[in-house]
């Protein structure tokens, strides 16, 4: 049973550019959560997605972020216009059930640089 | 006041010391706790839940106290793989998770 998956685990935007970020949860979890981690912080979190359904986005800057886990295929984070100070891991996790008092599994992240 | 507070450390100790971590959170409605570790900034792994009867997984025990919001993780005779930075967890409403900052432990032979 292949865990979380993310992908790409390194990307390299310039200032202004588009990022995407995927996640394939694990098989059977239908609950996606993103969180991302600046240098030398803890990890925040930004949404948590069900399947074609955002539940809670409270997280998430409100201009150039958006989130999505469609029908069919991997959840997708997706920032616009991407400054540097969006430089920083982006982890996604999954769980089969509702609710945070379930354990969440985590993928490997993505690393965004923007130079 | 931050939603998870944790010591930073670094704690360096020798091999087979017992060392303990600390947490508090100002949430008093959180329902679920865990204590998560983190390598090298890969992506954390759960360590243990923490329940209100306190629970014990080998080397590692967990305590958590409602009434103070507090929390803690109790390492007995440490190995050298058990450098890492330890997470402490709280959930938010039943939904994310919050995270504290993290402390990092460093085990030396």
Redesign the interface.
């Known amino acids: 049973n292949a865990g979380v998956m993310q992908n790409p685990r390194h990307l390299v935007r310039r200032r202004g550019q588009e990022a995407r970020l995927r996640c394939s949860p694990m098989k059977g979890h239908s609950h996606v959560?993103w969180?991302r981690?600046l240098p030398e912080?803890?990890?925040?979190?930004m949404v948590?997605l069900q399947k074609e359904n955002i539940?809670?986005e409270?997280?998430m800057p409100k201009e150039r972020f958006s989130a999505e886990f469609p029908k069919e295929g991997p959840s997708i984070l997706r920032i616009q216009q991407v400054v540097r100070g969006d430089s920083a891991?982006y982890?996604c996790?999954s769980s089969p059930n509702?609710?945070?008092?379930n354990?969440?599994?985590?993928?490997?992240?993505t690393r965004l640089t923007v130079l | 006041r931050k939603e998870v507070e944790q010591d930073p450390g670094p704690f360096n100790v020798p091999e087979g010391a017992t060392v303990a971590f600390n947490c508090t959170y100002s949430n008093s409605a959180s329902q679920s706790f865990f204590w998560y570790r983190q390598d090298c900034r890969k992506e954390p792994k759960l360590l243990m839940s923490v329940y209100s009867s306190g629970n014990e997984d080998g080397r590692f025990t967990a305590q958590l106290n409602r009434a103070s919001q507090y929390i803690s993780l109790l390492i007995r005779d440490s190995k050298l793989s058990d450098s890492a930075t330890y997470l402490c967890v709280v959930d938010q409403a039943g939904t994310a998770l919050i995270f504290g900052k993290g402390t990092t432990l460093s085990v030396s032979s």
């Not at chain 1, 912080?41 to 979190?45: A, D, I, N, R, Y």
């Not at chain 1, 509702?98 to 008092?101: F, I, K, N, P, R």
């Not at chain 1, 354990?103 to 992240?109: H, R």
Request: charged share 20%; glycine share 18%; proline share 4%.
């Open positions: 959560y969180y981690q912080e803890g990890l925040k979190f948590y539940i809670d409270s997280g891991a982890f996790a509702e609710g945070s008092y354990e969440q599994f985590f993928g490997p992240g």
